[in-house]
């Protein structure tokens, strides 16, 4: 069976595409139908949304706890979470976790370096292109990155919370992001971050100007690699 793989939930279309990821995936490396046992524990967006406002990440960090204790529980040998934005809180909490937690950015910052990438565009909510959570990361690998204008962050800020976490994906949204991705390119970057777990929804190598970085699909198949290693 491998090892349990707990989710730390958030928003409910990323935490599903990482959830199928895992399971769809595995049975190259498990056998037909086969996969870890996973197990995933959400608080509702809007118990999020509340603290994300406000930039208590403390408390932001009190419901991820909440949830990796219920998942203790129920057997998870380590957690993983599909939400960059929250990523900011894990440092107030991972000491107190009884489990070890895989990050979402270091899949993502690996997988550039060995595709040899130098510079990434980086796309996310206004309040993860904000952060540290990934150039701390990209750092460790010597990677440049460059963040979204202002008026970038609102327009990405506002199709990821007013359509991609509802599951509505636009055409205008997919042409928004390409001129968005389009500018990064003009700017120098080789590839991007599709740095909220729903953009992967929306946008793929296939309608993007710049080779993508699915933080999902890379989170959940991190997963898989430890659950199964």
């Given at each position: 069976?491998?090892?349990?793989?707990?989710?730390?939930?958030?928003?409910?279309?990323?935490?599903?595409?990482?959830?199928?990821?895992?399971?769809?995936?595995?049975?190259?490396?498990m056998?037909?139908?086969?996969?870890?046992?996973?197990?995933?524990?959400?608080?509702?967006?809007?118990?999020?949304?509340?603290?994300?406002?406000?930039?208590?990440?403390?408390?932001?960090?009190?419901l991820?706890?909440?949830?990796?204790?219920?998942?203790a529980?129920a057997?998870?040998?380590?957690?993983?979470?599909?939400?960059?934005?929250?990523?900011?809180?894990?440092?107030?909490?991972?000491?107190?976790?009884?489990?070890?937690?895989?990050?979402?950015?270091?899949?993502?910052?690996?997988?550039?370096?060995?595709?040899?990438f130098?510079?990434?565009?980086?796309?996310?909510?206004?309040?993860?292109?904000?952060?540290?959570?990934?150039?701390?990361?990209l750092?460790?690998?010597?990677?440049?990155?460059?963040?979204?204008?202002?008026?970038?962050?609102?327009?990405?800020?506002?199709?990821?919370?007013e359509?991609?976490?509802?599951?509505?994906?636009?055409?205008?949204?997919?042409?928004?992001?390409?001129?968005?991705?389009?500018?990064?390119?003009?700017?120098?970057?080789?590839?991007?971050?599709?740095?909220?777990?729903?953009?992967?929804?929306?946008?793929?190598?296939?309608?993007?100007?710049?080779?993508?970085?699915?933080?999902?699909?890379?989170?959940?198949?991190?997963?898989?690699?430890?659950?199964?290693?």
């Amino acid at each position: 069976m491998g090892r349990h793989i707990g989710i730390v939930a958030c928003s409910a279309e990323g935490a599903a595409l990482c959830y199928r990821t895992i399971c769809l995936e595995a049975a190259a490396l498990m056998g037909a139908h086969d996969h870890p046992e996973v197990s995933m524990h959400t608080h509702s967006l809007a118990r999020y949304m509340d603290p994300i406002r406000r930039g208590d990440w403390g408390a932001v960090g009190e419901l991820m706890l909440s949830s990796a204790g219920k998942l203790a529980s129920a057997g998870a040998d380590f957690l993983i979470c599909p939400d960059n934005t929250i990523h900011q809180a894990l440092p107030t909490i991972e000491s107190r976790c009884s489990l070890p937690w895989l990050h979402i950015a270091d899949g993502v910052a690996a997988s550039a370096a060995a595709r040899g990438f130098r510079r990434l565009g980086l796309t996310g909510t206004r309040y993860l292109v904000a952060s540290e959570v990934y150039p701390e990361k990209l750092a460790a690998h010597g990677i440049e990155f460059l963040r979204p204008s202002d008026a970038e962050r609102e327009e990405i800020d506002r199709i990821i919370m007013e359509e991609l976490v509802y599951g509505v994906f636009r055409s205008e949204s997919v042409a928004a992001f390409q001129r968005i991705i389009a500018r990064m390119a003009t700017a120098g970057c080789d590839a991007v971050v599709l740095g909220c777990t729903e953009i992967p929804l929306l946008m793929n190598d296939g309608n993007s100007p710049l080779p993508t970085l699915d933080s999902t699909r890379l989170l959940a198949r991190a997963a898989l690699q430890r659950a199964v290693g």
